[in-house]
């Protein structure tokens, strides 16, 4: 079976309906369990106190805002190079849900950063690029919005994503490019290491980010599905204002 059958918008509807409600009753376990248990079974941090709960919604959210962006680098450019219109329909359908996670990880972060460095907002690389990329969200959908033929709007938007994709990848690694920032490294993959994590915070903080990952995979497809019956719609009034 080949992987590009699932392009069809057909075969992806059908392999979707399955695999929705698993996404979505997985997504509500992995973030009730997590949540639940990273802010009221977790002990307080000897320096940050209760503050350092925020990391359970902070860091998935935020890792979740650069990975949709990957996604539709990943979509747009299959879109590009094979014209599947399910690859570019996907694309579009994440960009909302990966603006709103954005959006979380600023506030949060802001909430988080006020009491431990002092400010709501600092100039830090990695914040400013984590704030270009929300405005590559914003531009992306209003792109989508403003140019009426579809496939020139997946044309353009797979470009204009191409191009933030430089600012997805400064969010993320941007520590490791410039020492003086405020943000610390991934302590994530650090269990077990100096100055890593502890286990108390490490476990729930796993749940709750997988429990992202599948709301994220849930909304998406939720998404996609709406994309693809839309045009279809449009095809078929298109039909009858020509019949």
Not at 24 to 43: C, K, N, Q, R, S
Not at 77 to 101: C, E, M, N
Not at 106 to 112: I, P, S
């Amino acid at each position: 079976m080949s992987l590009w059958e699932y392009a069809n918008p057909k075969r992806f509807m059908q392999v979707s309906r399955r695999v929705l409600p698993v996404a979505v009753g997985l997504a509500v376990v992995g973030l009730l369990v997590g949540l639940i248990w990273g802010f009221f079974f977790t002990p307080d941090d000897f320096r940050q106190g209760s503050t350092v709960k925020i990391i359970f919604l902070h860091v998935p959210t935020a890792m979740m805002a650069i990975n949709a962006w990957v996604m539709m680098l990943v979509a747009s450019l299959i879109w590009l190079i094979r014209r599947h219109h399910v690859s570019a329909l996907a694309a579009k359908a994440a960009a909302p849900v990966g603006l709103t996670f954005t959006v979380i990880a600023l506030v949060t972060g802001a909430l988080w950063g006020q009491p431990m460095w002092g400010t709501w907002w600092a100039w830090d690389p990695r914040l400013t690029a984590f704030l270009i990329l929300a405005l590559f969200y914003l531009g992306y959908i209003a792109l989508w919005q403003a140019v009426d033929d579809p496939d020139t709007a997946a044309d353009l938007t797979a470009v204009l994503c191409m191009v933030g994709s430089v600012f997805a990848l400064l969010s993320r690694y941007a520590v490791k490019f410039w020492n003086q920032g405020l943000h610390q490294d991934s302590t994530i993959l650090k269990v077990g290491e100096t100055d890593p994590i502890d286990v108390a915070y490490y476990v729930p903080l796993v749940v709750s980010i997988v429990g992202f990952v599948l709301l994220f995979v849930a909304l998406v497809l939720i998404r996609t599905r709406t994309e693809i019956r839309a045009r279809r719609l449009s095809a078929l009034l298109a039909r009858e204002r020509l019949a």
